[in-house]
């Protein structure tokens, strides 16, 4: 039982690590910056989905690790369809846009 929990423990670890460079080699890509403001804090930066779907494409990814390995192999590639933003200007888009679920917008 030890050694199942010692390699637990050891497989988190290891998968913090990689999605900790994964998210910093993709803020990296995407200039470290939010394209809207210039806030340059990384711990308030969130991947925008340019024109929505964020939801749909978090969901179809089981990890965490996957979600952020497909997005860097896409912006890698040359794609636009993703941009940095901080937390503020994110929320601030998603209500312009009303990319919310309704609940959220009727008030």
Known sequence: MASSDAYRKYAREHTKKYIASARAELLAHLGNVCNKCSFS??????????????LHDRKSKKSGAGYYKQILALVKSGSKDYQLLC?????IKRVDNRELARKYLDG
């Open 41 to 54: 804090d990384p711990r308030a930066f969130q991947i925008d989905h340019v024109n929505g779907h964020g």
């Open 87 to 91: 937390a503020n200007c994110n929320w």
